[in-house]
């Protein structure tokens, strides 16, 4: 069979990035200035590529960094499964070490393998996991889909990259992101395979 290329990207730069205030799926925020420059700059780059769809989640700053490509013509199905994961009661404020300690706790309990705990109000990796796996089987259901855009959120995509390359969740921030980066996978029917690393190139 022929190799499904899919060309996942995290979405681009919003404001709250910036002050570094936790969005999460409850926090629907748009582009910056920033991020709307980051989304023409991956178009710039990649809008010759042949996309036989584009797959977004259902969060607003994911539609807008491929609305270059949905203005196309290209066809696009949004899915609640790809959303960022849920922190509860977290979103909507600023994280740093000294104002959160449970936070930074959930996360080095998520490091050691402890991936079913959620954030107090929120979701576990494991839950995210969960919704994303029909997504997943989806996509792989259609073949015929060559080549595919995926835009989502950091923390989701490194869940979803996880799953994609066989890695337990546990090892999810060993993908780094950056906003409007680029992974680069190659399905060939049984294995996915990493072509591309938080490319940012074209940004630069």
């Known amino acids: 069979m022929s190799v499904k290329k899919i060309y996942l990207i995290r979405h681009g730069q919003t404001d709250l990035n910036v002050r570094g205030i936790v969005q999460g799926s409850g926090v629907d ?6 991020g709307r420059r980051q989304a023409a700059q991956f178009f710039a780059a990649y809008g010759h590529v042949p996309f036989d769809k584009v797959y977004t989640s259902t969060l607003q700053r994911t539609h807008q960094s491929v609305q270059a490509f949905l203005d196309l ?4 199905e949004q899915y609640a499964g790809l959303n960022e994961i849920s922190w509860g009661a977290r979103e909507g404020t600023r994280i740093t070490a000294e104002e959160d300690e449970e936070y ?7 490091r050691l393998g402890n991936t079913s705990i959620p954030m107090i109000g929120g979701e576990s990796p494991e839950d995210v996991a969960a ?3 029909p997504v997943i089987d989806l996509i792989l259901s259609r073949p015929e889909e060559e080549t595919i855009l995926v835009c989502m959120h950091g923390r989701a995509m490194r869940v979803l990259l996880c799953q994609l390359l ?14 409007l980066c680029l992974y680069l ?3 060939t029917g049984s294995m996915f395979t990493a072509r591309n690393f938080m490319d940012i190139a074209h940004l630069a």
């Not at 013509?73 to 696009?76: F, Q, S, V």
């Open 131 to 133: 919704r994303q796996r």
């Open 166 to 179: 066989g890695y337990p969740l546990s090892c999810m921030d060993a993908f780094e992101h950056h906003n």
């Open 104 to 110: 930074h706790h959930v996360l080095q309990q998520w």
């Open 73 to 76: 013509g290209l066809p696009h």
């Open 29 to 34: 925020s748009s582009l910056n200035e920033v």
């Open 185 to 187: 996978l190659d399905y």
